[in-house]
């Protein structure tokens, strides 16, 4: 089965620093990965995916997001903070032969300081 | 672009009554997917449907059951609410063609609240 872990249940940084969030995945073969967001009492909007190819991953809204292998790793980057950004942030993995039937993991709420 | 719309966005519904959360795909997608996302919890996999036919089953309780209909939008009905039903339901669709990977847009959800 597969599984999600986002070590940081909070992470707060300064508007204009670089933000890393982590997610470790587990899964038998090469996954598909993707990054959500979620702003309070809102949908879902997806931040960027992998699928295959090119392991750098650029997303929307200035974030990317590198899938290493040997690590079962795809952090999520942005290398300036906007206010705006603060939200919760959500890893997620879907098998190859299961369509988009995702995993989550359990989010990273980010809090931006002015 | 045409999103995946999901009424009603909210619904208040009381202990043991029923309640039907309804999801329209974005035009031309054939695949649907249910999630249920709890107070500070992460989403959920619930159930999906693929051509009308369900293709994938989650963590649904057995009082929850779901279709997809010929105009391929879907419902999920759900009987005898309890407390621990209230959480945000969000559907998602996809169109699934062979050989090449595609994604899934979710909608707004709605959200569930059993008093």
């Known amino acids: 089965a597969q599984s999600v872990t986002q070590p940081d249940i909070h992470i707060t940084v300064s508007e204009g620093a670089s933000l890393e969030l982590r997610c470790n995945y587990s899964?038998?073969?090469?996954?598909?990965l993707f990054w959500y967001v979620q702003s309070p009492g809102q949908g879902l909007q997806l931040l960027l995916k992998?699928?295959?190819?090119?392991?750098l991953v650029q997303g929307i809204k200035g974030f990317e997001a590198e899938f290493k292998r040997s690590q079962s790793s795809f952090n999520l980057r942005k290398p300036s903070v906007h206010w705006s950004d603060a939200a919760e942030y959500f890893c997620?993995?879907?098998?190859?032969?299961?369509?988009?039937?995702?995993?989550f993991g359990g989010g990273t709420r980010l809090m931006v300081k002015p | 672009a045409a999103g995946v719309i999901q009424s009603p966005r909210h619904l208040i519904k009381e202990k043991r009554e029923t309640a039907t959360l309804k999801c329209y795909p974005i035009?031309?997608?054939?695949?649907v997917y249910w999630y249920q996302q709890g107070p500070g919890q992460d989403p959920q996999f619930l159930i999906s449907?693929?051509?009308?036919?369900?293709?994938d089953k989650g963590s649904i309780p057995d009082r929850f059951s779901a279709q997809q209909f010929s105009d391929y939008h879907s419902e999920l009905n759900m009987s005898s609410l309890e407390l621990g039903d209230s959480a945000l339901y969000f559907c998602?669709?996809?169109?699934?063609?062979?050989?090449?990977?595609?994604?899934?847009?979710f909608g707004q959800g709605t959200r569930l609240t059993v008093v």
């Open positions: 449907f693929y051509e009308k036919m369900q293709s």
């Open positions: 998602a669709s996809s169109l699934e063609i062979q050989g090449r990977d595609t994604e899934a847009f």
């Open positions: 035009p031309r997608h054939d695949t």
């Open positions: 997620a993995v879907g098998a190859r032969n299961a369509g988009n039937m995702l995993t």
């Open positions: 899964y038998g073969a090469t996954p598909y």
């Open positions: 992998y699928f295959s190819g090119d392991t």
